[in-house]
Antibody, heavy 127, light 109 residues
Framework: EVQLVESGGGLVQPGGSLRLSCAAS????????MNWVRQAPGKGLEWVSY????????YYADSVKGRFTISRDNAKNSLYLQMNSLRAEDTAVYYC????????????????????WGQGTMVTVSS | DIQMTQSPSSLSASVGDRVTITCRAS??????LNWYQQKPGKAPKLLIY???SLQSGVPSRFSGSGSGTDFTLTISSLQPEDFATYYC???????????FGPGTKVDIK
């Protein structure tokens, strides 16, 4: 079964750090780009960060740039999110999501969508 | 950055109703538009990719249309399991910044 399982969430004080993990199974993890997406309580989805299949290309949302670091270990089929200098506004459920490539009518790679999601892990930043 | 809006923000409908949700991008995104369904306490689920392509396993009552800046998600005959929040997402940006719309909550009338 294709699956993503997040872990590492919890309660942390403002200014603290936390490391989230996402364990992949049932597919060739090293072949897929990955993302972190978060959702604050009662709010919508916010894209957080992207990493290419090799880990060589990384992007962040402006709201976390300079504080969060995405990484992956393809040998361990795992994705990570190191979160530093945490703020109250970082309180959210954090999801990892796989990017699935889709092809146009000519057979060329054309589109991306998040086809597999983990169940989420809750991060609460509070004193 | 590309901004996404959705309308309405919420709607009430009955089982069997035809439901249409609109998503608008702040600039042309061609067909780089995805739709997701999220139920309370659950992860989002991909419904439609590339504006109009149905994800494998998704019922055919869901359909998507549009290109450029204006897109729609249609549920042809609303079923009890379709009461949820629906999000659009653009995948046009380079570098990849996968902006989501604010969501549309569909609840029972």
């Amino acid at each position: 079964e294709v699956q993503l399982v997040e872990s590492g969430g919890g309660l942390v004080q403002p200014g603290g750090s936390l490391r989230l993990s996402c364990a992949a199974s049932g597919f060739t993890f090293s072949s897929y780009e990955m993302n972190w997406v978060r959702q604050a309580p009662g709010k919508g989805l916010e894209w957080v960060s992207y990493i290419s299949s090799s880990g060589s290309t990384i992007y962040y949302a402006d709201s976390v740039k300079g504080r969060f670091t995405i990484s992956r270990d393809n040998a361990k089929n795992s994705l990570y999110l190191q979160m530093n200098s945490l703020r109250a506004e970082d309180t959210a459920v954090y999801y990892c999501a796989r990017v699935c490539p889709y092809y146009d009518s000519s057979g060329y790679y054309a589109y991306d969508a998040f086809d597999i999601w983990g169940q989420g892990t809750m991060v609460t930043v509070s004193s | 950055d590309i901004q996404m809006t959705q309308s309405p923000s919420s709607l009430s409908a009955s089982v069997g109703d035809r439901v249409t949700i609109t998503c608008r991008a702040s600039q042309s995104i061609s067909s780089y538009l995805n739709w997701y369904q999220q139920k309370p306490g659950k992860a989002p689920k991909l419904l439609i990719y590339a504006a109009s392509s149905l994800q494998s396993g998704v019922p055919s009552r869901f359909s998507g249309s549009g290109s450029g800046t204006d897109f729609t998600l249609t549920i042809s005959s609303l079923q009890p399991e379709d009461f949820a929040t629906y999000y659009c997402q653009q995948s046009y940006s380079t570098p990849p910044i996968f902006t989501f719309g604010p969501g549309t909550k569909v609840d029972i009338k």
